[in-house]
């Protein structure tokens, strides 16, 4: 999602034909209810066209209630959204990481919404169930997924046909990568197998649950790095660069791999739906990419899972509006609108065809058949306390410095250091 | 500190007390700007200091805990290594104050032509936005494609990575660090040849000293006080390094743990791991080793520093 976010800036979100609704202004129905203002914080100016046009539709059916939408940029936004919420000064609703909610529970700074969800007479089964999930803690429900994305095994057409290889098929497993990923390396011409980059959610993450490890426990006490299964899934990416079928780390640091990616230079490349946008708007991606759900690995065909949440904060001087509003921007309805736009992927079930059809290039509909399989982004009370960790504690298995398993083991005790302090 | 030694000092004539309630209105005067003092830099300095010694996550509070997190940080080895990446960035930069002298003394010929124009050149990369020339040298720098690989590899050396490999990151970051500081230092420095008497130079001129020579002999030891300036200020500024290093590596470069600065730590200690007592403990300690290593330049100043 954070990649979803950066990425989204780049290109601005195509405008479907759709009628935009406008806000017609506030007439006798209104005139009973108090009028009643609201502010809503997000962090995405690509999604915010979308965005405004659910916060439109909400206003029309609400019409006492205005809502401003405020745009912070991603660098920004986690420290505003913190200190103004902190200080009572902040959006009465806003977008939610599960990653990020932690912090926010632990302080007692949200609303809780299952109130608002019963009235709204939303069926919460339509949504993906571990989704939902991520943003409950206690028995009550913090926010609805207002969107998702997995994980698919993209693919440039054009390199698998210079090398005369059959296009990945939904049957592919971990041994078809491994072969077909040296069948297309190309040292000559310069073109890499697969692209190996230090990636969690779009990498590691995915491999280390379909080998039958995991990264964080149930109960979020424990790491999962020091098991052999999840070692098998970082050691899945490291053979890849150590064979030389993926550019190395250092020319990643120095050209991101989905830029590389992109330039032609690598046949496959494991990456989410929120780069699907970007590859619709380039011509060459437009024309040469396709995408596959995810090669199985040796236990399941596990894909990582995440979507943005719409939280309303417990300082709201109109707490019953506020999660009003929340559950609203999470509702299916929201999800149809931003699914036509093409930006993101809606969350609800049966809301996401018009996403499906609007990359008709794509075989888009394999984010969607990976669903039942996929595994929540792991989090945990203060997710970064251990996952900034993560890319600096690794690398040597990348650089070939450490083995993976030395490197999995020392990231593991870092990772229970920081879990211990979450606890205590 | 640093105007107060190098200027204010000479030809302040003492001012005779005409009458007894001076006191009180100079007092009353700098009210405003003591407040500003106190609200801006002691207040959050008095802050940082409680919050290091002090427990809790944003939404509960804080509440003072002891020395945890600062025998934490300390017994790390992680600040030891952020500090002596910092203390060498900075030491590298320092070898751009010779080369700022020495093109301050090629723009400070007499008759030269485009003397404007040099200077412009040479400032404009103070001006422009730190992030933008980072982007600019990522690209110089890159291992695949950079324009450095570009004009070395026809040479016959190999190509190479210059900021994702952790034998030279620290090192390219810090030519970047010298880049950008260069328009800076020259400005003080030609200021400071501006001020030297042309009588000295003509002195030695007739006395047959050629102008190496009186750039080693003259030039050289009469700047010495605009050089400890440009000094001091280039290690205060080297112990803040964050942004190019930020923007030139980025979060999963091989090279990042060679090329960690101190304020980098105290960016991923506050910012990223939300461990807000240890960002103030690593701001407290930037904040002892700046004053430090300032004292230590002023203590060493009267071995080399000449004040005419």
Known sequence: ?424 | LIDVRLSAHRGAAPVRRRRTDDGRWALALLALPLMGLGVFYVWPLVRTVALSFSDGTPFRGYHLSGIGHWVEALSGGELGRALLNTLMYAAIVLLGVPLAMIIAAMLHQRGLRFRSGYRVFYFLPVVTMPVAVAMVWRYIYNGDFGLLNAILQPLGLPATAWVADPKTALVAVAIVGIWMSLGTNIVILAAGMEAIPEEVTEAAMMDGAGPIRRFISVTAPLLSPSVFLVCVLSVISSLQVFDVIFVMLGRMNPALGSVKSIVYLFYEAAFVRNDRPTGAVIALITLVVTALLTFIQFRLQNRWVHYA
């Open chain 1, 1 to 424: 999602v954070v990649a979803a976010a950066l990425t989204a800036c780049s290109s601005p979100a195509p405008t479907p034909s759709a009628s935009a609704t406008s806000v017609p202004p506030t007439s006798a129905s209104s005139s009973a209810a108090e009028a009643v203002n609201l502010s809503f914080a997000i962090f995405s100016e690509d999604q915010k066209p979308a965005i405004q046009k659910v916060v439109d539709a909400f206003q029309v059916d609400n019409p006492n209630i205005h809502v401003t939408l405020q745009v912070i940029p991603w660098v920004d936004y986690w420290n505003t959204l913190q200190t103004t919420s902190a200080g009572g000064t902040g959006p009465d609703v806003a977008w939610m990481l599960g990653a990020r909610l932690g912090a926010y529970l632990d302080g007692g700074a949200l609303l809780p919404l299952d109130d608002a969800i019963k009235e709204a007479g939303i069926d919460t089964s339509g949504y993906p169930a571990n989704l939902v999930a991520l943003y409950q803690n206690g028995g009550k429900t913090y926010a609805l997924p207002k969107d998702f994305d997995t994980i698919g095994l993209w693919y440039n057409k054009a390199l698998f046909d210079a090398k005369g290889i059959a296009y990945p098929t939904a049957d592919w497993t971990w041994d078809d990568v491994k072969t077909n990923a040296a069948k297309l390396t190309d040292k000559a011409a310069g073109t890499f197998g697969i692209a190996a980059p230090l990636e969690a959610q779009a990498g590691y993450y995915n491999t280390i649950y379909q080998a039958g490890g995991y990264v964080i426990s149930d109960d979020k006490t424990k790491s999962g790095y020091d098991l052999p299964e999840s070692i098998q899934g970082i050691q899945y990416w490291t053979d890849f660069v150590k064979a030389g079928y993926s550019p190395s780390l250092a020319s990643f640091s120095d050209t991101e791999a989905v830029a590389q990616f992109m330039s032609g230079k690598i046949a496959m490349m494991y990456t989410g739906s929120f780069y699907a946008l970007r590859f619709h708007n380039d011509p060459y991606a437009s024309k040469n990419f396709d995408v596959q759900v995810l090669p199985k690995g040796p236990k399941s065909a596990a894909s990582i899972i995440n979507g943005m949440g719409n939280v309303a904060f417990a300082g709201s001087k109109h707490p019953k509006e506020a999660a009003k509003l929340a559950v609203y921007l999470s509702s299916p309805k929201a999800s149809e609108i931003q699914s036509a736009t093409g930006a993101v992927l809606g969350s609800y079930k049966g809301t996401q065809k018009a996403w499906v059809d609007f990359y008709s290039e794509f075989n888009a509909q394999a984010f969607l058949d990976m669903v039942p399989n996929a595994v929540v982004y792991p989090v945990s009370k203060n997710t970064d306390a251990w996952a900034s960790k993560e890319g600096e504690l690794l690398t040597p298995a990348w650089t070939g410095d450490k083995s993976a398993s030395d490197a999995a083991k020392g990231l593991a005790s870092a990772m229970n250091a920081a879990l211990a302090k979450e606890q205590g």
